[in-house]
């Protein structure tokens, strides 16, 4: 393909731009599920390029420009001008998304080298907050016998935080068999072997000899009354490139986004007196995930109304999406399952 001259159409692109109108085009896609490290997604794209030649290749004029440019191979052509990656900082709307995407668009590309970038950016934030595992038993019941049911519904891609007084050797290594990304809050009495210090500011170290490696992050926060709090984290995620110490510590401070949800669930839906009239353990039962399901139900709305308007749902007030459901429900048709058959 070395000399394969310009289509018309293309010259014509090339002829009509200029430092304000840009003719490339560019498009973001998302994708589910945990991302490649930037080394996996550097080693995926080379073991393609030979698939399509013109990605190793740049545009060279014709003497006097007596002609549509060419397109030569490229003798200095580096992969990694070509292929960026970045993270969003938190919490990683869909507006910070759309704001980089902006940036990265507006820059010319270099016809000096062959006109193609790709981006890999990690930490796009859905912005949920959705239930979508829960244990019910007797109040005597601690939570960690509790998280055991829970954790199995785990799935690689997801990242799980956690509390200190979760840690546990069985339950960690529970969660860890999912593939699920882990986060935990550790106690200092929790002492692992030799460390291994990281360009990041944290550690690698193992919690049992013969266990698999984990890093350690250790950080401080001072709050507004002076007093001071020693935090220790520890996380399966290995690469500190992929997920850098810092924005780990920043991201730990959402585990605390759950009580949020627990008061959209007992205070907003169930108002501040919540009372579970049923008199028998299963009943009870029953009404907890007949709130659960109505708190699913709100957010889910809540996910579709902000997806439909272009904005993060994080931005639509829970209350007044409560409120507009109550205020729709006498539209609503309903009929015992039972009746189901007799329907025309």
């Not at 030649?53 to 060419?70: A, D, E, I, T």
């Not at 930490?123 to 907050?129: D, F, Q, S």
């Not at 890093?215 to 850098?244: M, Q, V, W």
Request: with cysteine.
């Amino acid at each position: 393909m070395n000399g394969d001259r310009l289509t018309a159409l293309d010259s014509s692109f090339l002829h009509l731009e200029d430092a304000a109108s840009h003719m490339h085009v560019a498009s973001v896609t998302i994708f589910e599920g945990s991302p490649p490290s930037y080394a996996e997604f550097l080693e995926h794209i080379e073991a393609r390029l030979s698939l399509v030649p013109r990605f190793r290749q740049k545009l060279r004029s014709v003497p006097l420009n007596q002609g549509r440019p060419v397109w030569v191979d490229d003798p200095h052509f580096n992969l990694e001008y070509h292929v960026r990656a970045t993270a969003l900082p938190p919490p990683g709307s869909e507006q910070q998304l759309k704001n980089l995407a902006s940036r990265v668009f507006a820059q010319q590309l270099d016809r000096t080298k062959p006109l193609w970038e790709i981006w890999l950016i990690e930490g796009l934030e859905n912005g949920t907050r959705i239930l979508f595992a829960a244990a019910v038993d007797a109040y005597a019941v601690a939570e960690n016998r509790l998280a055991r049911l829970v954790v199995p519904r785990l799935t690689k891609g997801m990242l799980c935080l956690a509390d200190r007084g979760f840690f546990g050797y069985e339950l960690w290594n529970q969660a860890v068999a999912t593939g699920a990304d882990l986060l935990w809050r550790v106690k200092s009495t929790l002492k692992p072997g030799p460390l291994e210090r990281l360009p990041d500011g944290s550690y690698l170290g193992r919690l049992r000899r013969g266990t698999k490696p984990v890093r350690i992050i250790k950080f401080t926060l001072t709050f507004n009354s002076g007093k001071c709090e020693h935090y220790r984290l520890i996380t399966t995620i290995l690469d500190y490139h992929r997920a850098p110490a810092a924005e780990l510590a920043r991201l730990y401070a959402r585990r605390w986004k759950i009580e949020t949800m627990f008061d959209e669930l007992k205070v907003r839906i169930g108002g501040p007196k919540l009372l579970l009239r049923s008199a028998t353990p299963d009943l009870v039962e029953q009404d907890v995930y007949g709130l659960l399901l109505a708190h699913f139900g709100i957010r889910h709305e809540i996910i579709g109304a902000a997806r439909e308007q272009g904005f993060d749902p994080e931005e639509v007030s829970f209350v007044n999406a409560l409120h507009v459901i109550i205020r729709r429900l006498p539209e609503m048709v309903s009929f015992s399952p039972s009746a189901e058959t007799a329907l025309p």
